[in-house]
């Protein structure tokens, strides 16, 4: 991209400088680093690294408007599928993973017309995105692991099958407490799950009461997570590795009212998770 210089590379926050000249009319694209990793496929959750500016400074410097190296953890996000802007879409799927990747996108592939005021983008911004393309997860991501072998009675009945997708079949008979409960279901043989990280999550959600599954991930695109959120409730995954499954028993939650300036909170019914832990960043 003749107009637009990047210091920096893979992993290392870029500093981007773009010529005093009028900004692309149509989406533009430099490959900076070439990965040799996995391709980045239609429906993937694509997990990358980011610096965003608009093409014209503000103020008389370059107004970076969004960074995950600021923030110093990457971002996740479904690419190819809408769940971000169409320069995006357009450039990122087909690329490797570990690739650095230069963007130019006029208003019609990022925000419209409309902008986005709180980034401070106005309708006739045209941003520039250095990318870091760091790992993909398909819709049915799976990790490995060994199902143990002799679980504890008041489980639900299950299918089991490590790297499958895990499903309840029946509840009767059930335990259920007052407090979320946790067992594990299979050991994983990946790296050391991590509290600091951000964990890439399969989930499969049943009703306690009816044996209904509510929710799936599987097929369709991984939750991401904190960690540490999970391990609070998964506390069987502590010190466990990626590829584990947990079985997750949540206690029904009676409604709350509103008070003290937070909203009120509905009931929900007691629910059984089947969490994968299949990845983590």
């Known amino acids: 991209m003749a107009d637009a210089s990047v210091k920096g590379g893979f992993g290392v926050k870029p500093v981007v400088t773009v010529a005093d000249k009028p900004a692309p ?37 370059a107004k970076v408007f969004d960074s995950s190296f600021d923030r110093g953890k990457p971002a996740a996000f479904v690419i190819g599928a809408g769940a971000v802007i169409p320069g ?4 990122l799927v087909g690329k490797k993973l570990g690739s650095r990747v230069l963007l ?18 106005t309708g006739t911004d045209t941003l520039v995105f250095v990318v870091d393309l760091i790992a993909t997860y398909r819709p049915d991501a799976s990790a490995p692991g060994t199902a143990v072998s002799k679980l504890p009675s008041g489980l639900p009945k299950l299918t089991n099958v490590p790297a499958k997708a895990p499903a309840v079949t029946s ?19 990946g790296a050391k799950i991590d509290p600091a990280k951000t964990l890439v ?18 097929g369709k695109a991984p939750q ?4 540490r959120n999970v391990l ?3 506390n069987v995954l502590n010190g466990r590795n990626i590829g584990s499954r947990a079985l997750i028993v949540v206690p029904a939650i009676a409604a709350k009212p509103a008070a003290g300036g937070q909203q ?17 960043f």
């Open 224 to 227: 991401t997570v904190e960690a």
């Open 25 to 61: 009319s149509q989406l533009s694209e430099q490959v900076l680093t070439s990965g040799t990793g996995a391709t980045v496929a239609k429906g993937d959750t694509l997990v990358a690294n980011y610096t965003g500016q608009t093409w014209v400074p503000k103020g008389g410097k």
């Open 201 to 218: 999550l399969q989930v499969v959600q049943t009703d306690a009461a009816t044996g209904k599954n509510t929710q799936s991930t599987w």
């Open 171 to 189: 509840t009767a008979g059930v335990k259920i407490g007052t407090k979320p409960t946790s067992t594990l279901l299979v050991s994983g043989s």
């Open 264 to 280: 009120a909170q509905p009931a929900s019914p007691a629910q059984l998770l089947l969490v994968d832990v299949v990845g983590q």
């Open 104 to 121: 130019a996108i006029p208003p019609a592939d990022g925000y419209g017309s409309q902008g986005q005021s709180q980034a401070g983008i």
């Open 88 to 91: 995006w879409d357009k450039t």
């Open 232 to 234: 609070t409730v998964a």
